[in-house]
Structures are given as structure tokens and as C-alpha cells.
């Protein structure tokens, strides 16, 4: 199956600073990625979609400015928070999905445990 | 408006005892249901899809529509089926009058299947 990669791991950054974290397709051009956090023993949270070539589209009381999207290629999509507050700690998980096929299974990635200090 | 519910977050059954892991949707077109799995420690991953009609690691799913549901089921429950049980549903968002949409995967809150030894 195909298979999305998501970098880093884990990280750990202060308060105040920004955290970059990376997803990408190896074996497939992906449009459209998926951006969810997930908090501790929750569910998904699917917080923004992310278009290639477009601006990212963002679910209600998610702050745009806040988690910064791009998707510069069909095989790259990252998202960046900014300016990171304690409340930011959370895993982020990535995914990809071929939109136009109703039956088009999605692909995670491994997600990112961001711990802010 | 699509919608998923999972009414159980958590679920504790014993080895060898049967498994339903109930799933509801509301969509008012023609669905496509998935249930996604994630073991400890690992990426969410497919378990299966409605259109296959398949038993994977003994799970299987009916679709039924009267009573839109989608429950996940196992006649005997082993040890290694303890994970976060995701029910999913594919619809069409958006649209023009060509036909032209996206399709969107809405998924369920979730459910913490706990297999007791």
C-alpha cells in the first residue's frame, strides 16, 4: 500500500518558538493531504485540509494564522505552528486521500508528538 | 451533513468473548463505510471497507441501510485485537452542476477496544 511519511517524530521546542513538521507521500502524488490532532486517549480532530498549489482549507475554530499549511508539491505538505503555547502539546497526524474516489482508502502517516516547554 | 457516532469510547471485553463495535452515520447519499484501526504504538491503518465485503483478522462489517449502521463484529475476541477503533464515512462534499466534488472522510469519535486476558 502506499505509504506517508511524517517528520519528526517527536519533538520538543520552548514556548514562544516555531515548530515545522513535514508529510510526505514516497510512492504517490497526493492533491490533498489531511491535518489532525489528536489529544491524549481522543479521538481525530481533523483540523485543516490542505490543497496543492492552493490555500489550505481550515475547520471551524482552527486559527489559520495560528498553524500555518502549505503544500508546495504533489508529494510534500507541512504544517507549522507558530509561536507554540503548552496548549499546543499534542500528536499531529497527517494523512493522505485520492478526493474524487469515493472508495479511495487514506493513508497515515505516523504522527508527530509535540511536546512545548 | 455527514456524521459518524460511536456511542462506546470504550468497550472491555474478555478473550474469546464476541465483539460488536457499534457505528452510526447520517448521510443523506449513497455511503462509503470504513472502519480504520490503530494499534498501540502504530499509524492508523485500513481494516476494512463495506464495498469489499471481506473478513479481515476475523472482523467483518455490514452495511445496513435501514438502520444506518455500520457495526464492526468478531465472533472471538483475541488479545492483539485491543486498538482505537475508528468508524469512517466517504461522502460528497461540495459540488457543481457538472458533477463535480470532492469526497470527504468524516470519521467517528472512536472506540477503545480493551481485550481481556
Known amino acids: 500500500g502506499a505509504v506517508v511519511s511524517q517528520h519528526p517524530s517527536r519533538v520538543i521546542c520552548k514556548s514562544g518558538t516555531s515548530v515545522k513538521i513535514e508529510c510526505r507521500s514516497l510512492d504517490f502524488q497526493a492533491t490533498t493531504m489531511f491535518w489532525y490532532r489528536q489529544f491524549p486517549k481522543q479521538s481525530l480532530m481533523l483540523m485543516a485540509t490542505?490543497?496543492?498549489?492552493?490555500?489550505?482549507?481550515?475547520e471551524q475554530g482552527v486559527e489559520k494564522d495560528k498553524f500555518l499549511i502549505n503544500h508546495a508539491s504533489l508529494t510534500l505538505s507541512t504544517l507549522t505552528v507558530t509561536s507554540a503555547h503548552p496548549e499546543d502539546s499534542s500528536f499531529y497526524i497527517c494523512?493522505?486521500?485520492?478526493?474524487?474516489?469515493?472508495?479511495?482508502?487514506?493513508?497515515f502517516g505516523q504522527g508527530t508528538r509535540l511536546t512545548v516547554v | 451533513a455527514q456524521r459518524v457516532t460511536q456511542p462506546e469510547k470504550l468497550l472491555s471485553v474478555f478473550k474469546g468473548a464476541p465483539v460488536e463495535l457499534k457505528c452510526n452515520y447520517s448521510y443523506s447519499g449513497s455511503p462509503e463505510l470504513f472502519w480504520y484501526v490503530q494499534y498501540s504504538r502504530q499509524r492508523l491503518q485500513l481494516l476494512l471497507r463495506h464495498i469489499s465485503r471481506e473478513s479481515i483478522k476475523g472482523f467483518t462489517a455490514d452495511l445496513n441501510k435501514g438502520e444506518t449502521s455500520f457495526h464492526l463484529k468478531k465472533p472471538f475476541a483475541q488479545e492483539e485485537d485491543s486498538a482505537m477503533y475508528y468508524c469512517?464515512?466517504?461522502?460528497?462534499?461540495?459540488?457543481?452542476?457538472?458533477?463535480?466534488?470532492?469526497?470527504?472522510?468524516?470519521f467517528g469519535k472512536g472506540t477503545k477496544l480493551s481485550v481481556i486476558p
Open positions: 490542505s490543497n496543492e498549489g492552493s490555500k489550505a482549507t481550515y
Open positions: 494523512s493522505a486521500r485520492e478526493v474524487r474516489n469515493a472508495k479511495a482508502e487514506a493513508f
Open positions: 469512517a464515512l466517504s461522502g460528497l462534499s461540495g459540488g457543481s452542476p457538472s458533477g463535480a466534488g470532492s469526497y470527504q472522510l468524516t
